[in-house]
């Protein structure tokens, strides 16, 4: 079936480092994607999310990079810090079809920052 | 301000007695999602409704059940909890379903003993 999935379970960054955290696709459909941040015991917490007809958007600290040709997606943290340490998953829908109105997650990576 | 409201955040249950689970949202959206989501996994969606509309996902088990009395609220009912039912579970709204951003309550942790 359809999937969303991650190259790296895990990343160890120290502090003030940039981390990018990728992400393959498999749904060709899939025309809006979302990274989510989620902390221990905590529900999963929207971080920036993108459109298909994009390629790039910024927000603070954070850069969300679309390859539609390779269905890559990445997440980009500059100067990460202690407090982005948590769980990062990206999820995708699309605009119609058996997915209309739902997320597919990927796996999820654990980024560690170390002070 | 609290947007998605779980309660309880932490539920302990015996094997086989009922459950409900609770979720409010002052967003007055028209979606409401409810996921599982078990240790290093990601959330397992298994229900949603579209304003009063429910759609169930096609492997989510009979044992589990949800209601919808107005749009603020939503419930998950656990017929009969086995100890595979321990999980964290969310709640989270979109605006409609051709939104696709969802927003999430902090979940309930459920044990089961």
């Known amino acids: 079936g359809e999937s969303v999935g991650l190259h790296l379970p895990t990343l160890s960054v120290q502090e003030g480092d940039n981390s990018i955290i990728n992400c393959a696709y498999s749904?060709?459909?899939?025309?809006?994607f979302i990274w989510y941040k989620q902390e221990s015991g905590k529900g999963p917490q929207f971080i920036i999310d993108?459109?298909?007809?994009?390629d790039k958007r910024q927000g603070q600290r954070v850069t969300v990079l679309l390859n539609k040709t390779v269905k890559h997606l990445s997440l980009q943290i500059a100067a990460t810090q202690p407090g982005d340490s948590a769980v990062y998953f990206c999820?995708?829908?699309?605009?119609?079809?058996?997915?209309?109105?739902?997320?597919?997650f990927g796996q999820g990576t654990i980024l560690t920052v170390h002070p | 301000d609290a947007m998605v409201i779980q309660n309880p955040r932490y539920q302990v249950t015996q094997f086989g007695k009922p459950v409900t689970l609770s979720c409010s949202q002052t967003?007055?959206?028209?979606?409401m999602y409810w996921y599982q989501q078990k240790s290093s996994q990601a959330p397992k969606l298994l229900f949603h409704?579209?304003?009063?509309?429910?759609?169930n996902e096609a492997d989510t088990p009979d044992n589990f059940q949800s209601r919808r009395p107005n749009t603020s609220f939503c419930f998950l009912d656990i017929r009969s909890p086995g100890l595979g039912d321990a999980a964290m579970y969310l709640c989270?709204?979109?605006?409609?379903?051709?939104?696709?951003?969802?927003?999430f309550g902090p979940g309930t942790r459920l044990t089961v003993l």
């Open positions: 999820a995708e829908t699309a605009a119609g079809g058996t997915s209309y109105g739902k997320l597919t």
């Open positions: 967003l007055n959206h028209n979606v």
């Open positions: 409704y579209y304003d009063k509309d429910f759609n």
């Open positions: 989270a709204t979109s605006r409609d379903r051709g939104d696709g951003t969802q927003y």
């Open positions: 749904n060709s459909a899939s025309d809006y």
């Open positions: 993108i459109r298909s007809n994009m």
